[in-house]
C-alpha cells in the first residue's frame, strides 16, 4: 500500500497521484481506509494447473472460503481439431461430475479475411442437462491457436439455492475465424458444488493453464 502524504499546499499525495487542494484529514482517513479494504477484499490465487495432453483438469476444494469462485483459461490447445472446451461440476468432492445444468448461450464472430462477421445463437446450449456444457466452441490444431476466458461461479456452497455461473472466451477456430463466446447458466442443485471439471468435448487438452481464484 503507498503511503499517504500532504505538502504545505494542502495537496495529498498517494502513490504518486497528486489530489487536489483542499482535502482534508478526514478525506485522508476514508482513502486509507478504502484502499485497506480493497486490498483486503481482493482475489487470492488458490491454484494453477497446466495441460500436457490432458484427459480433463479438476479442482476441488471448493467451499465456502470465497462467495465467488473465478477461473481464468488460457491458450487451451486441443488435440483434436474443431473441438469444444467445456465443463462439469460435482457435489461430491470431484468422484462423479454431472449436476443437472440449464444454460444459454451465444457468439460473435469475423473471419481473419475480413468478413463472415455476425452475431448468432448457436444452440450448444442445455436444458436440464447433465452433459458438459461448451465455454469456447470449435477450437482450431494449428500451432497458434488456442482459446482463452474466464467462468464465474457464484456462492458455490450455498444449500439454499441453485449456483449460477457466467463465461466469457475468446476462441481462434478451426476455420480462422475469431469466436467471442458468451455463456450463462445454473446448476440446478441446492447441494453445495464443491469440484469443477473441465475438458474438450473430443480428444485431450494438449496444453494451456487453468488457474482458479477465490474472491471475498
Request: aromatic share 10%; net charge negative.
Amino acid at each position: 500500500m503507498g503511503i499517504i502524504t500532504r505538502s504545505a499546499a494542502n495537496n495529498i499525495t498517494t502513490g504518486g497521484v497528486i489530489l487536489p487542494a483542499g482535502i482534508n484529514d478526514a478525506s485522508v482517513a476514508s482513502i486509507t481506509a478504502l484502499a485497506q479494504v480493497s486490498a483486503g477484499d481482493g482475489i487470492t490465487l488458490i491454484s494453477s494447473q497446466t495441460a500436457s495432453g490432458s484427459a480433463s483438469i479438476s479442482f476441488t476444494g471448493i467451499d465456502s472460503t470465497y462467495r465467488t469462485y473465478m477461473f481464468k483459461f488460457i491458450n487451451i490447445h486441443p488435440s483434436v481439431d474443431d473441438t469444444d472446451f467445456s465443463i462439469q461440476a460435482s457435489i461430491n468432492g470431484g468422484s462423479s461430475y454431472g449436476v443437472t445444468m440449464t444454460t444459454t448461450d451465444f457468439q460473435s464472430q469475423h473471419s481473419e479475411s475480413g468478413t463472415g462477421d455476425g452475431l448468432s445463437y448457436q444452440g450448444i446450449d442445455l436444458a436440464q442437462s447433465t452433459n458438459y456444457q461448451a465455454l469456447s466452441h470449435s477450437i482450431g490444431t494449428d500451432n497458434d491457436q488456442s482459446g482463452s476466458g474466464s467462468l464465474y461461479l457464484f456462492q458455490p456452497s450455498s444449500t439454499t439455492y441453485v449456483k449460477h455461473f457466467i463465461s466469457r472466451a475468446s476462441t481462434y477456430h478451426a476455420i480462422d475465424y475469431n469466436i467471442g463466446y458468451f455463456v450463462a447458466g445454473y446448476f440446478n442443485t441446492t447441494s453445495a458444488i464443491d469440484a469443477i471439471d473441465f475438458k474438450m468435448s473430443s480428444g485431450n487438452i494438449d496444453a494451456g493453464t487453468i488457474l482458479m481464484y477465490g474472491i471475498a
